[in-house]
């Protein structure tokens, strides 16, 4: 294969053909195509320009070629006959496509395609590219018709197609009928791998950092793989082998052949797997692997790839049941949970967000050695947290629902708004959660609440058990602990394979929970290698570190150990132990603060004087509202990034607004405003009704929050629990009605609104209640009134007319005949509601990145303050402007960067500064242009050194006019970052090189 030295870093694909005899390379925007033997065809170059990801994919025989051509567009090339005919008469094309996928055994195509911003379309298209279904899949994302992220994998048989867009779902159709089979939300963060294992088992690879083994049928993973987030995965199926690589370029093989899966890996100078690459394009069939990387100018065909050279590292297999403590405040969680995880009980106050109790399961462990441990999740029960948890009831093996057996007025307060919590969360056609009833504190006097009632209650929600006891006096406590061990049921638990490098960092991780509030990922990890000086040789199954001369660092393993690192923090969130944030390289170890803050943000708004539910977002972000005393942190830099991350995760999760106004931007919560709306504004005749059940004031707030970014509708008053919005003509009123412990009401009311708005705006709220409420609650009911004289028709006068058949009811008052006809259909036939719900999403993530950015500005002035630096530039003086514009690049992207210009103090000694910031910065990006100084070459030097003595990042970069003859060798062998090429974009390229962190596009 010949080389592309002047494509350096170009996006790079290959493919290989099923039988493993050809393979399709794209470099930059060219594909040639090539035998694979020791007596390989000539390269065949295909004369179609394609993408820069052009999405290569063989059908079955290995007679046909699909691909994305510079336009987006989806072309199929068939490779049958003489390779000198008309190509243009061999390619057929599909129309715009993401990606592509051939039909087993049939002549069509599965075609997934961006539709709008947010939005894609799942098809499966006729030889002569008729769609035979469609189907809209949401992508939540502002990437326009950018394919990163998705993928589709047919069943060896064809008959089930899955897919996923670039979020952390994935979509089961029948591939016949374009019926959802099912979707998989178990990834908590984006899917990058998507492959079947056979008919019937599917495997999924994601940035959360693990492998996923399930079935469209069974709503439990039945394997879970802990290894590094992967950017990309293959699945070989003869082999049963997943390759993935994380976004740093390592490459690492998980053989699922056996239970527990066993991770393998090579010797880094065979760079297959292992090893590093800058980004690598991987393709594997049975027996043969391509590999190509973009820093390299070399493709890589190994034979023997799936033969270990060395033992697979030990592999642990363990379990997690989440346990939920649930109540109103003051029932005792803490104290009981406290009991329950082995302390000694000891007076609380009031929890404030929530607290995690960890609960070794001793008694079920198994011969086999897997491990066991149950997660007791205490969350706060103050009315200003309840939307904030309702994010937290998921995933749970079972809840335990609390009430204070000492009050004398409403023991029972808050019990049926937590078992209808629970009930909605694990819908009983999920297969529900066992729940417990626990009366608590019965030490302070008895319980004030019959036996009869007790059983009503528990009838009524379908509660397991019923519990009194007692933390104080011990009283039952030992019983609730074993029948609560008794009532998991660890079979639908994924069992999780876990390599001892894995463990070693998870247990790390956890006991720092205890000492450190917020750092640098790195930082953490540089932490853990010094700690635990074998972290390196776990990785690679070796039993113990090396001896090193002297007083010498240990040398980092080239292959694994950070990401590894990053992959365990990344499953830590996934369970909600740590938050990572997406400023600073921060890592949370106590991500229950970001609930206390959140619930004083809400609070705090409904305290304003005004009752609007609103607070100045200078005074959140400033810190300028009441947080509980014993939750606050003190350390003022560090809250304001907790406090912005908090923020964050509010609008990502719809329940919080920010809104422009003449005294400045507005942090609105639709929760939280006390005005009741004036009687004149109560819907009443004309209009619908929507009831449901479910976490009614979760749903109503993220419903008034994604009409207001949806631009369909603009919001002009909030009320409490109502709100008004103008549309294209009229205005459209909500008001919702519950009782605490009851089903909701949701009214529309309308004036001077055209039929077909009111259908737009109908079907929106529709939509979101189906989402949000518990399955098989949600109805709707029409409202009339005689459009002359104003009266209202009751419901149960409409019921009349229509039991006798009429289709329309006489008016009292005016005496007109007013038409019963309602011609509403919830899925409609326009794509009213998928363009609503796309223009909410960008919304979202618009409103979010606003908190992300100036979170990163906080780090970074942070950085300022303490004199770190991400990265030194070194630079010849002729190349100021150039290097002026790459640090305010830089700077623009979170990072802080050493240029002398800014940082040398006029007047100031300048050799010891430079000095001392070349022995301590982590990265240097050394501006490599026409002309280098002496100056510069010696600092090329000192780096040199440092990369050498502690692991000092270097990164070339070349302008335009780079003079690249007489580098040093060293250099010479670097990926560079040309800034001469702009895609992929240098200064991406720039950041990942310095942070190790590849933008996730």
Known sequence: MDAWPTRRDHPVSVALSPAGDRLALSVGQ??????????????????????????????????????RDDDGQGRVIDLRGDASSQEESRIMSLGPASAMAFIPDTDRLAVLAASSPGRMVLMVAEPNGE???????????????????????????????????????????????????????????????????????????????TLRVWRPDDPVSATVVETSAAAGMVFVRERRTALIWSSRGELLAWSLAATPAQMWDRNPPSRNVAAYFTRPAISAVDGLLALVDAGSTELLLVSDWDRADSDPPATTTYANAKVLLLGDSGVGKSGLAMVLAGREFTP????????????????????????????LWDLAGQPGYRIVHQLHLKDAALALVLFDARSETTPLAGVRHWARAVRHAHPAAEGGLPTFLVAARIDRGGINVSDQRIQELMADFGLAEYFRTSAREGIDTDLLRSRLMAAIDWSRIPKVTSTTLFAAVKEFVMERRLAILLTPVNELCQLFQAEVPSGVQLLTGQGSAPETAGDAPPVPSPAGL?????????????????????????????????????????????????????????????????????????DRDQERLLVLATLEELLLNDLVLREPTKDGVQLVFPSASRH??????????????????????STYATLIVRLTRSDRFRRVDTWQEAARFAAEEGTCTLVLKFEAEAEAELLIGYDRVPSDIRKQFERFVHAHLERRATPGTVTRERQYSCPDCGVAFTPEMVRQVNRRGRLSILCPVCEERVSLWDDYDADGADQ??????????????????????????????????????????????????????????????????WMDERQLRPGSSWQPELEEIIERVPAAALIIGAQRGPWQDREIQAFNQQSVSRGCVIVPVLLPDANIA???????????????????????????????QQRNQ
Request: hydrophobic residues 40%.
């Open 30 to 67: 060219r594909i040639t195509i090539q035998g694979t033997g020791d007596d390989p065809r000539a390269v065949q170059p295909l004369g179609q320009t394609c993408a820069l990801v052009p999405g290569l994919t063989w059908s079955p025989n290995g007679d046909r070629l699909a691909f």
């Open 131 to 209: 769609a035979l279904w469609e189907y809209v899949l949401t992508r939540k994302r502002m990437s326009g018709s950018h394919p990163e992220g998705a993928s589709l994998a047919l069943s060896p048989d064809g008959h089930r197609l899955a897919c996923t867009t670039g979020t952390s779902s994935v979509w089961v159709f029948d591939t016949a009928t374009g019926q959802r089979v099912r979707q998989f939300d178990d990834h908590s963060q984006t899917v990058t791998g998507l492959s079947w294992i056979d008919d019937e088992w599917l495997l999924s690879a994601s940035m959360d950092a």
């Open 348 to 375: 609380t106050e009031s929890t404030h967000g929530r607290q995690i109790w960890r609960l070794p399961a001793a008694d079920g462990q198994e011969s086999s050695g897997d491990s066991r441990e149950v997660m």
């Open 562 to 634: 950070a990401s590894v690192f990053e992959g365990c923090i990344a499953r830590l969130e996934s369970a909600g132990l740590v938050k990572r944030l997406k400023f600073g390289d921060y890592v949370l170890l106590k991500p229950e603060l970001l609930d206390a803050y959140a619930g004083a943000m809400v609070n705090a708004a409904k305290d304003e004087p005004d009752g609007l539910g609103s607070i100045m977002y200078t005074k959140v972000v400033n810190v300028e509202f009441p947080v509980p005393d014993a939750e606050r942190v003190r």
């Open 676 to 697: 009741r709306p004036p009687a004149s504004e109560m819907p009443s005749g004309d209009g619908a009704v929507f009831r449901f059940e479910g976490p009614v004031e």
């Open 832 to 897: 009213s509601t998928a363009q609503m719900d796309a223009s909410a999403d960008a919304g979202r993530e618009i409103e979010a990145a606003t908190a992300v950015l100036r979170g990163k500005t906080a780090a970074l002035r942070g950085k300022e303050d303490v004199a770190e630096y991400d990265v030194f530039i070194s630079y010849n003086w002729r190349d100021k402007d150039h290097v002026r514009s790459i640090a305010r690049l830089l700077r623009e992207r979170g990072l802080r960067p």
């Open 966 to 996: 007489d580098l040093p060798v060293f250099l010479q062998v670097l990926t560079w970052v040309n800034l001469a090429v702009p895609e992929p974009d240098p200064i991406d390229q720039l950041v990942w090189g310095i942070t190790g």
